[in-house]
């Protein structure tokens, strides 16, 4: 069952989205608050986002920003505003798809299946040791054993196997992960790998042989 995560700040728009999609049998869940939804996505993941455009809280393009830096789940912003700058905007954010307002169940069911479509399976899984990582699912497992990740965590795994033998600074993980404009401190890199590392030991897999701490640079995944 595919998961949608709906976020609009009027809630009569959550209530006809999710009338559409229940008995196409998605699983959903809703949010006026894109904040909330931003925890929920790292937390939890979803197969795709439904996402407004205008919201007081935080607009949806800066919404799209956000979930871009750490996810590669697909988006399908919805609108009113129907001037070309603004669809360009959202495309160029990382958004996959455009519906307008106001639409129909056909169109909103149409556009949803065709954005999944053309995400299909993932062809950049990365395998290492057991390990196997599916991008696009936002999957990982070990000897075929689901592992849970935050999406943070799911893209520090995902910088360090596409990089093997490659030292990463702590200044360079946090730009890339969390975004240029993100203020946080190297701790909290350290305080996420620190989690990565014990999810993977507990999966049983000898991570401490690979996710190396290079003193005073960073981290490097070691083949």
Known sequence: MKKVVLIDDEERMLDLISLYLKPKGYKYMKFTSPLAALDYLESEGADLVLLDVMMPEMDGWETCREIRRVSDIPILMLTARTEKTDIVKGLKLGADDYIQKPFDEEELIARIEAVL??????????????????????????????????????????????????????????????GHSVVTEDRTIDSHVRNLRDKLRKAGFSVDDYLLTVWGVGYKWSE
């Open 117 to 178: 479509r053309r995400k299909g399976p993932s062809n950049d899984t990365l395998s290492f040791k057991g390990l196997v990582l599916k991008p696009d699912s936002f999957e990982l497992s070990f000897e075929d054993k689901a592992v849970s990740l935050t999406p943070k965590e799911f893209g520090l795994l995902s910088i360090f196997l596409q990089n093997t033998n490659k030292v990463f600074s702590r200044e360079h993980l946090l730009t890339t992960i969390w």
